[in-house]
Structure formats: C-alpha cells, structure tokens
Nanobody
Framework: QVQLVESGGGLVQAGGSLRLACAASGRAVSSDRMGWFRQAPGKEREFVAT????????SYADSVKGRFTISRDNAKNTVYLQMNSLKPEDTAVYYC?????????????????WGQGTQVTYSS
C-alpha cells in the first residue's frame, strides 16, 4: 500500500510560480511511474504530466508544455511539479499518483494510488 501526500499549493498571482511536492510512504516508489493530474470545478480530472521510474522520460499535456516541469527524487520518495507562468485556467486541485511503469501514464486508469490533492488558485 502506498500513501501519497501533496503539498505546495496555494494562491498565486498572474505569471507567478509554484512548486508542488508529493511524498510517498508505505513502500519505495523508485520503480514506479508517477504522475500529476488536476481537476477544475465542474470539469473532469485531466492529465498534467508523468515521469518514468528513472526520471529520464517525461510527458506533458499540451496545455502545460513549456511551463510545467515534472521531476522526482527517488531517494526522498518524492515527485515534484514546478509550475511557471501560471494562468487562470491552471486553477484546480492537483493530484499526484503512482502506477506501473509499464503503462503509458497519460490516463487516470494507469495509476493505482492517489493523493488527496492540493488546491492551486490563480489570482489576478
């Protein structure tokens, strides 16, 4: 069993940056794929970014490509999401997830464990 706890969310002003972190516990996740999803009010949960177990391969949603960067520190059992140049449409609850590295990582069903989420709110 894996428990995931996200942190780093908050209120961010136009063009600002935030760095989300997701700490895993229960077992090491160094062999797993990790990902970030988000869900805005009234919308379905959507893929944001994913990273393979080595950290050498990443993938992003088109809406965040060039602005967000996913990374991981396997020694700390933690995945990060650096978010720059934030926009109003980035307002959402952000969730991290852990799944098998054999899956693509772009779909919610690719993941087995989920955190409770952290709120990111854009403020103009």
């Amino acid at each position: 069993q894996v428990q995931l706890v996200e942190s780093g969310g908050g209120l961010v002003q136009a063009g600002g940056s935030l760095r989300l972190a997701c700490a895993a516990s229960g077992r090491a996740v160094s062999s797993d794929r990790m990902g970030w999803f988000r869900q805005a009010p009234g919308k379905e949960r959507e893929f944001v970014a994913t990273i393979n177990w080595t950290g050498g391969r990443t993938s992003y949603a088109d809406s965040v490509k060039g602005r967000f960067t996913i990374s991981r520190d396997n020694a700390k059992n933690t995945v990060y999401l650096q978010m720059n140049s934030l926009k109003p449409e980035d307002t959402a609850v952000y969730y991290c997830a852990v799944g098998s590295t054999s899956r693509s990582g772009s779909y919610a069903q690719d993941y087995d464990y989920w955190g409770q989420g952290t709120q990111v709110t854009y403020s103009s």
